[in-house]
């Protein structure tokens, strides 16, 4: 059993814990993975920190705990890692713990009239019948601090001031990908500052994973980054079958990792096609759809679906692959290779698409770090951090693959760094698709599955970044706490840091090319 | 010569037998009504003719077929059936826009086209407004746009409006600029502001070959410019539909809408009509000195056929350009003009002159 291993840190001393973490000579801390709020009911509410050394790959999870459950206070890390500050309003949404420190105390995905703390568990269900009234966005944020008499005094920051021209872009919007809102503040074209408003389709699936058997949990990963369906079950099933000692077979690695790159391949296309058409070349956007529906018809034959595919099982997968899968791929990735040079031409070496993508947007190593901007976004920063590289799973150590990374982290290097991992995908699904082995799809697993009692999490390299499931077990056929990192939430905080200064077709741009899927975010 | 043609003998007999039957006034009255009929019938036909060839074109750039389900085949009665239903939309007014202001917009938008549109040259005697200073004129009206598109995005009170029109007003203003040097190149070339004048000019040579390097130059300039005043991508930041949803005419519904629509498509089709008037030749046939048996079959062709067809063609690189280039942002749009198009065709000017002058042209 693989359980983590977690450290208990007291309240008091989880800042300076985490600094010492974090600055540390050998391994500094430098990347936080996510942070998970708990409540432990009698223990009281807290927090996991999960964070990562990007140098050596090293893992470690802090544990802090608060029991005074009307005023739960822990010290911000907002600080040390800039992508706390979303996270632990995310923590303070659900949890109600306030974070003493972070300039923004906002709810995160609710409404800001909202009553209670829906993921604490004595929330009371029916505290908030339907609510009809429009929603008036406060222009400013709470902060607090913690006075060395032990006190606590709150503080007000204003988000735009009444100088500021704010501009709703979203929720309904062409180019926002999905039901998100950013208040944009401009100054004629130029952007000064992004707030980013979410929620909006929000359906509580880490609340609803509570009360569901492990099985049917599997049924709402789906739903999450529909465009990396397979990856997302892919970790949860992965995290099941660790926590619970379950031994897959061999033919349902092959399968997996075979449809986990497909599904990359598929988001990418799709990647391609939304960039272009968000920066005004509608031709190129029918490019990808016209390829992205031949992957799409190889798994329907195998699993079904086309977007929701519900194919990964606790155990191995669904179904066995159709008899034609593999001629079909092998044709698919032949086509595609004969056919990219297009994609380059029409797009890549265009003089209007380099202009306005070349030196834009750009965003540093350390930024891309410290805000947890994982997959081809980190990657084109120069961040090597390919979870199929330092923590392999699946086939990936045993297949031959390239890391794509580039140095200059602008859009035109997030652009080209997610266009040649099409290629390097096509390159790892050929050296699985003739040798998979004989045997069980599926092995046969208990009719109730219960897990031991722990914390178990998994990551994979979803198509836009770590995806990592987070599992608490007391030992019930049911998940005691079940979060999910999303990989679009750092994405749309790293949306204010890029965009600042540039102008409002280049956020749209950017945007494109950060390439984040809003129910992913609004889990 | 081709004077089989002419359309000019016809209109003077129609007029002088008005002339008998009523008085002078009347006659001029009834004509003059029978024009505007005929303007705004030919207008609303070529729209519908132009916006089915985008769609085709569109479609067929696409790896797509474009429409193919209303009226046979070839989807003949889409854009028909689409014109017929933005008639039936209702007219929304808004609670907090500039009501007169927001009304008068179309308006504004859909002049400007319908002015400029009369005067282009269809045939020999086939002009609707004639004057000496034509393609003056033609200018001049055609910046009454602008000023409907920036009424338009200041009266809907949205913020998406404004940005689209304070857009739309920095580029077409510019872009103006290029346009009138081109235009001024071959005016110099030509000798003469007469439309009419300028075509018959290209009796013995179109302009392209006549001003051949300069003229050349001033052709490019004019589409490029002649594409941003137009609106269409990539120069279409002004209702860049994927940052500002529809630019300036966001907040229209119904037929209010669909004077801007048609407005877009009817300056591509002037855009384009006035290139083929300043460079290619209007509605002269195409002639290639010392074969006179070629020529002769070609002036059987009428001029207008000539004219519609070559517009056309020009109609077709401009969509060509449309459905292939992603979209520049406003800053590189205006440093596009101000840096590149706008000194080069100062350039243009200036050598066009002393070939002119030095009589190095044809």
Known sequence: MNADNIILVKAEDLYNEASRLRYDAKQPMDYLRDIVGMDWGEEGLGALYYMECTATGTRMVLKAVTADRDNAFLPSVCNLWKTAKIKEREVFDFFGIRFTGNPDMRRLFLREDWKGYPLRKDYDMNSNPLNMENEENADVTEEYTLMPDGTIKGKENVVFGSEDFVVNIGPQHPSTHGVLRMRTSIDGENIRRIDPILGYIHRGIEKMNESLTYPQTLALTDRLDYLSAHHNRHALCMCIEQAAGIEISERAQYIRTIMDELQRIDSHLLFYSCLVMDMGGLTPFFYGFREREMILDIMEETTGGRLIQNYNVIGGVQADIHPDFQRKVKEFIKHLRSVIKDYHDIFTGNVIARQRLVGVGVLSREDAISLGATGGTGRASGWSNDVRKHHPYAMYDKVDFREITRTEGDSFARYMVRMDEIMESCHIIEQLIDNIPEGEFRVKTKAIIKLPEGNFSTSVESSRGEFGVMLESHGDKYPYRLHYRSTGLPLVDTMDTVCRGQKIADLIAIGGTLDFVIPDIDR | ?362
């Open chain 2, 1 to 362: 010569m081709f004077d089989y043609y002419n359309l000019e003998p016809v209109l003077m007999w129609i007029h002088s037998t008005m002339c008998g039957l009523m008085p002078e006034w009347l006659a001029f009255t009834i004509e003059g009504i029978a024009v505007g009929i005929f303007i705004m019938v030919m207008y609303a036909v070529l729209a519908i003719i132009l916006i089915y060839m985008e769609r085709k074109v569109c479609a067929a750039f696409q790896c797509r077929i474009g429409p193919d389900r209303v009226g046979g085949r070839g989807g003949l009665l889409q854009v028909p059936a689409d014109v017929i239903k933005i008639l039936t939309k209702e007219i929304i007014s808004l609670k907090n826009s500039d009501k007169f202001l927001y009304a008068l917009a179309p308006f504004l938008v859909i002049m400007a086209s319908i002015l400029t549109f009369s005067c282009l040259p269809w045939n020999k005697g086939g002009e609707i407004l004639h004057m000496n200073i034509g393609i003056f004129f033609v200018l001049a009206a055609s910046s009454i746009g602008v000023l409907g598109i920036l009424l338009a995005g200041w009266s809907s009170n949205s913020k998406y409006t404004l940005i689209g029109a304070v857009r739309s007003g920095a580029m077409i203003i510019s872009y103006e600029l290029s346009i009138g040097l081109s235009v001024l190149t071959m005016v110099i070339l030509c000798g003469t502001m007469d439309i009419q004048e300028i075509v018959a000019y290209q009796e013995n040579g179109w302009n392209i070959f006549k001003g051949h390097l300069p003229a050349l130059m001033a052709f490019v300039i004019y589409l490029i410019a002649g594409n941003a005043e137009a609106n269409r991508a990539p120069f279409d930041l002004a209702e860049a539909e994927q940052e500002l949803t529809a630019g300036y005419h966001t907040e229209y519904s119904g037929m209010h809408f669909g004077f801007f629509y048609l407005a877009e498509y009817l300056n591509l089709f002037i855009t384009a009509g006035i290139a083929v008037t300043l460079f290619l030749g209007g509605w002269m046939p195409l002639h290639i000195a010392g074969l006179e048996g070629f020529n002769t079959i070609m002036d059987y062709i009428p001029g207008v056929i000539w004219f519609v067809g070559k517009t056309f063609f020009v109609v077709f690189l401009l969509m060509w350009i449309r459905w292939t280039f992603p979209r520049l942002r406003i800053d590189q749009v205006l440093i596009l003009e101000w840096k590149y198009l706008m000194p080069l065709s100062l350039l243009v000017l200036v050598i066009m002159t002393v070939m002119k002058v030095f009589g190095l042209v044809f």
